[in-house]
């Protein structure tokens, strides 16, 4: 009888370190932020992927509702720094060398666009001509992008091909909806992808300058830490992207 209760004292004691590791395990699972089913944490660092994401994000409320959305915006270098910290699941950006990595997926979610250069209809001097050049443009005031962006180097490479520096006149300005507003009620330029100029253009209060820059942005891209892909709230966005990418 003694060895029947020494036994069973044995496998009582084991059976609780087994259910203290268990607990151990899934109080870690558990307090993962943004890990759960329920929780899916999104950055944007573009204007395109604003635009881009606005209509994605509503198409996938209404097929996962049951999924919180956390969208957080700003810059390029800190977004993917967020990213590599753990601080986001997925990151809508322009695609960028930096971003070719093993640890990283990457799936396209708008091909590269043109880049036009729209002028309020009624008030920029440039607007009723029949064809514009790269000087007149320098001598506007202008939306600058601000330095170290992508649509900042574009524009820079832009005048340097006529042997111009950035226009001095003008403000920088990293805010769509301000950029919005300075061309709907100034004479001030600013160079924006052809599906963002679009918005601007639609009731005429905008126009697009007649010239072609030949120049576009990159592609707008999603992209996650491959050791992530198992959350299954990321998997579902993945993979809704997906299927709207290819309808």
Request: charged share 20%.
């Amino acid at each position: 009888a003694r060895q029947i209760g020494r036994f069973l004292q044995r496998v009582l004691r084991q059976i609780g370190r087994r259910a203290d590791q268990t607990d151990g395990l899934a109080a870690q699972i558990a307090h993962r932020p943004g890990k759960g089913p329920a929780g899916l944490r999104v950055g944007v660092a573009t204007d395109m992927g604003k635009l881009s994401l606005a209509p994605l994000i509503h198409a996938f409320n209404e097929a996962h509702p049951g999924i919180a959305l956390d969208v957080q915006t700003g810059g390029f270098q800190a977004m993917t720094e967020l990213l590599q910290q753990d601080g986001l699941d997925a990151l809508v950006c322009y695609d960028d060398s930096t971003l070719a990595s093993p640890a990283l997926g990457r799936l396209r979610l708008a091909p590269p666009q043109p880049l036009v250069v729209v002028a309020n209809a009624r008030l920029s001097p440039l607007a009723a001509r029949p064809s514009v050049t790269l000087r007149d443009l320098h001598g506007q005031p202008w939306c600058k992008p601000r330095p170290d962006t992508m649509m900042h180097a574009r524009l820079a490479e832009l005048f340097l091909r006529a042997g111009l520096d950035l226009p001095p006149r003008g403000i920088q300005v990293s805010d769509l909806l301000l950029t919005d507003e300075f061309v709907r009620s100034t004479d001030y330029l600013v160079m924006l992808p052809v599906a963002a100029a679009r918005r601007l253009t639609a009731d005429r209060a905008a126009a697009v300058l007649p010239i072609d820059l030949q120049a576009h942005n990159p592609p707008t891209i999603i992209v996650w830490r491959r050791a992530h892909e198992w959350q299954p709230s990321l998997l579902r966005f993945l993979d809704f992207c997906r299927q709207r990418r290819g309808a």
